[in-house]
């Protein structure tokens, strides 16, 4: 008898691989050693202790055979490298922003617009705060506050655009500190730390319209726009039949320039660039860039890692790509979920995140869940993923007091064209032992507390 045929069909990769790199599980008792001697901070292993990495998608992508091939093609010129122009005329083509100015990753980028364009009292709204943007604000002298709508903040809403800014919330933050002292609102696609939520374009429209009329920028953290495309193509009513490149586009179109980390989206292992469409902002952000990131034609990067990042960010917007991409970590969650296994929903672009509130609920917020269930899983598999907490979100700088973020979560990352579906399910696994046994989780005390970012390298012990 002929099997019956499957409900839908697979889809598989649109790649094959051409080389490996061996990993390996080391035994229990060296992760044990391993997360101790790392202060139970994941950020603190070393990755040949590491099996299955999924601490972030930050520069951890595969490049394609077209990025090597354009590595050989680097012009290491110190001024003008052909590799520059290439990478200006992607932006340009990819994202339409008139002004590139390249940094050494995204966080460069951060700094430069920060200090171009806040005053010490200047307030900047945005979407959730993301770690290395809202420093550099404040470092600026300005202040954050986040206008996100309040289903971000709920990790069992299924709200589709968990992303999309609160214009309710936006208005009044300007009526009451007034226009002059918000010099843009910081849009981020997708948002990181909602668990990689997008923003609607119909949403991102509102705020272009609510900010013209105040003469308010718009600066967009692209870190993840294509990802953040593919879900509005999927879910934005009427913009099923549009490619991912179009809504790219579009999105760009809405704002008056970008901060990009190409490590994430542009699938390589370096680099980042801040664009913009303002020729006053652009004279001034080149200037600045001479001073600590490179000359304005390299801002950081090697010629070679100039090209990866134009090639990459070409592959970035292509409709297969992305689609196998979100897919995978839409493999991932689907599995964890059907299994009870408290996640944020809907499922995010770059990862899973699980909920670890609820996945703890024994432990009080004050020692540290979602740090001790990171640990929990390395002790289990030899995973790594990482903390996006109370450990992550800091002190307030004026109180001295932690943030108790609503989200407690363990961010399972997937880097871009990695890992296998087999993988995924070594992963899954590990997470459902962990979940069976979650009683037996103990809390943290931290020991060690880093001045600023206190997350990649503040160290713990396991309490009692
Ligand atoms: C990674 C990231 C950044 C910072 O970029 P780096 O390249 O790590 O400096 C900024 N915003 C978001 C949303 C990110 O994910």
């Not at 009513?237 to 980390?261: K, N």
């Not at 700088?397 to 399910?425: C, F, N, S």
Request: charged share 25%; with cysteine; aromatic share 8%.
């Amino acid at each position: 008898m002929d099997p019956a045929p499957p409900s839908r069909r697979s889809w598989a990769e649109p790649f094959k691989i051409k080389v490996v790199e061996p990993v390996r599980l080391v035994s229990p008792e060296l992760r044990l050693t391993a997360i101790r001697e790392a202060g139970y901070n994941t950020f603190l292993l070393r990755s040949q202790d590491v099996y299955i990495d999924l601490l972030t998608d930050s520069g951890t992508s595969a490049m394609s055979d077209r990025q090597w091939a354009g590595m050989m093609l680097g012009d290491e010129a110190y001024a003008g490298s052909r590799n520059f122009y290439h990478l200006e005329e992607t932006v340009r083509s990819v994202y339409g922003y008139q002004h590139l100015i390249p940094t050494h990753q995204g966080r460069g980028a951060e700094h430069i617009i920060s200090r171009v364009l806040i005053k010490p009292g200047n307030i900047i709204p945005g979407n959730m705060y993301f770690t290395t943007t809202r420093l550099h604000q404040e470092l600026a002298g300005g202040s954050f506050i986040d206008v996100i709508i309040p289903e971000a903040h709920d990790p069992a809403s299924e709200h589709p655009f968990k992303g999309n800014v609160d214009l309710g919330k936006l208005e009044a933050v300007i009526g009451e500190y007034g226009a002059s002292r918000i010099p843009y609102v910081s849009i981020a696609a997708t948002v990181n730390m909602a668990g990689g939520q997008p923003i609607s374009l119909e949403n991102l429209r509102a705020v272009r319209e609510l900010t013209r009329g105040h003469g308010i920028r718009v600066i967009l953290d692209a870190t993840r726009v294509a990802e953040n495309a593919y879900f509005i193509q999927q879910r934005e009513p009427g913009q099923q039949g549009r490619t991912i490149a179009e809504i790219v586009r579009e999105t760009c179109s809405l704002t008056d320039g970008c901060t990009m980390s190409a490590k994430k989206d542009a699938l390589v292992n370096i680099g980042g660039f801040l664009a913009v469409n303002d020729w006053d902002i652009f004279e001034e952000a080149r200037n600045i860039v001479v001073i600590y990131e490179g000359l304005h034609t390299y801002g950081g990067m090697a010629g070679r890692d100039m090209e990866a990042v134009a090639i990459g960010l070409e592959e970035s917007v292509d409709d297969e790509h992305i689609r196998a991409r979100v897919g995978q970590v839409l493999y991932l969650g689907e599995k964890l979920r059907a299994w009870g296994i408290p996640i944020v929903l809907p499922i995010g672009g770059h990862g899973i995140f699980l909920d670890a509130k609820a996945f703890l609920p024994h432990l009080d917020q004050s020692v540290y869940p979602a740090q001790a269930l990171a640990a929990a899983i390395y002790l289990d598999s030899g995973v790594r993923t990482m903390e996006r907490g109370i450990v992550s979100a800091g002190r307030d700088k004026d109180t001295g007091l932690e943030y108790r973020p609503k989200l407690e979560l363990v961010r399972v990352t997937i880097p871009r064209r990695v890992y296998t579906q087999a993988h995924m399910d070594v992963v899954a696994e590990s997470i459902l032992a962990v979940y069976q046994e979650r009683s037996n989780v103990r809390g943290l005390r931290m020991v060690y507390e880093p001045r600023y970012l206190r997350f990649f390298q503040a160290r713990f012990e396991p309490l009692g």
